[in-house]
């Protein structure tokens, strides 16, 4: 089942590609709250990448699944008193979005691992209820990661307000794939924007998403 659900999700993100005349994007596999025996048979059927929201549970996951050469995201809020634990599982940090966070990653990263990939999350809605940086701040935190060398900028992410006007939606990919394209302008290294999920990322492959972060759609629908 899992496999299959695998392979029609690579299609359905061919196809949204083709349609937008976009490059295909990396699919993430959201896979908190699954079994460790759940990624390792997703893995299996071929998907390499996994995307966890809390330090603890992927803790467990990596050194379960440690043999399968995994790459882990954290795609969750991070607080600065975990990055220790963070920086030393992860492959990559797509939440950085405060200076602490950097300075508290950068130190913790182990130094025979190699540099931890970070991506800014940006609140592009501006919710008071949602965690990242604010547009205008990106740079200067973009800067503060580049001065780091156990860190690696890649690019941004974001988790737009899921309004049911799927416009509303499109300006927000909109306003991140702007802000994308002037961050990568400015540091080569970018090449990465992380956006759209199970419910929206043809719209987000079509207005310039490089990854997506998919849980539902492979996993099934998650347990009440």
Request: one cysteine or more; a neutral charge.
């Given at each position: 089942?899992?496999a299959?659900?695998?392979?029609?999700?690579?299609?359905?993100?061919?196809?949204?590609?083709?349609?937008?005349?976009?490059?295909?994007?990396?699919?993430?596999?959201?896979?908190?709250?699954?079994?460790?025996?759940?990624?390792?048979?997703?893995?299996?059927?071929?998907?390499?990448?996994?995307?966890?929201?809390?330090?603890?549970?992927?803790?467990?996951?990596?050194?379960?699944?440690?043999?399968?050469?995994?790459?882990?995201?954290?795609?969750?809020?991070?607080?600065?008193?975990?990055?220790?634990?963070?920086?030393?599982?992860?492959?990559?940090?797509?939440?950085?979005?405060?200076?602490?966070?950097?300075?508290?990653?950068a130190?913790?990263?182990?130094?025979?691992?190699?540099?931890?990939?970070?991506?800014?999350?940006?609140?592009?809605?501006?919710?008071?209820?949602?965690?990242?940086?604010?547009?205008?701040e990106?740079?200067?935190?973009?800067r503060?990661?580049?001065?780091?060398?156990?860190?690696?900028?890649r690019?941004?992410?974001?988790?737009?307000?899921?309004?049911?006007?799927?416009?509303?939606?499109?300006?927000?990919?909109?306003?991140?794939?702007?802000?994308?394209?002037?961050?990568?302008?400015?540091?080569?290294?970018?090449?990465?924007?992380?956006?759209?999920?199970?419910?929206d990322?043809?719209?987000?492959?079509?207005e310039?998403?490089t990854?997506?972060?998919?849980?539902?759609?492979?996993?099934?629908?998650?347990?009440?």
């Amino acid at each position: 089942m899992l496999a299959q659900r695998l392979d029609a999700t690579l299609q359905s993100l061919k196809n949204a590609a083709q349609a937008a005349h976009r490059p295909v994007p990396r699919l993430l596999a959201v896979s908190k709250t699954q079994s460790a025996t759940a990624v390792a048979s997703l893995a299996s059927a071929g998907q390499h990448a996994f995307g966890e929201n809390y330090v603890q549970e992927a803790q467990a996951k990596t050194r379960a699944l440690e043999s399968l050469g995994l790459e882990w995201h954290m795609i969750g809020h991070l607080q600065s008193n975990k990055a220790d634990i963070a920086a030393g599982i992860f492959d990559w940090v797509q939440t950085v979005d405060r200076l602490k966070l950097v300075t508290a990653l950068a130190r913790s990263r182990p130094p025979q691992r190699q540099p931890l990939n970070i991506l800014i999350q940006v609140n592009i809605d501006d919710q008071a209820s949602k965690h990242g940086c604010r547009p205008g701040e990106v740079e200067a935190l973009a800067r503060a990661i580049e001065g780091e060398p156990r860190l690696a900028l890649r690019g941004l992410m974001a988790i737009p307000t899921p309004h049911a006007d799927i416009e509303l939606r499109r300006i927000a990919f909109q306003e991140m794939a702007t802000l994308f394209q002037q961050l990568a302008a400015r540091h080569p290294a970018v090449d990465t924007l992380s956006m759209g999920m199970s419910d929206d990322f043809p719209l987000a492959i079509a207005e310039g998403a490089t990854m997506v972060r998919i849980g539902t759609a492979l996993f099934g629908p998650r347990a009440p």
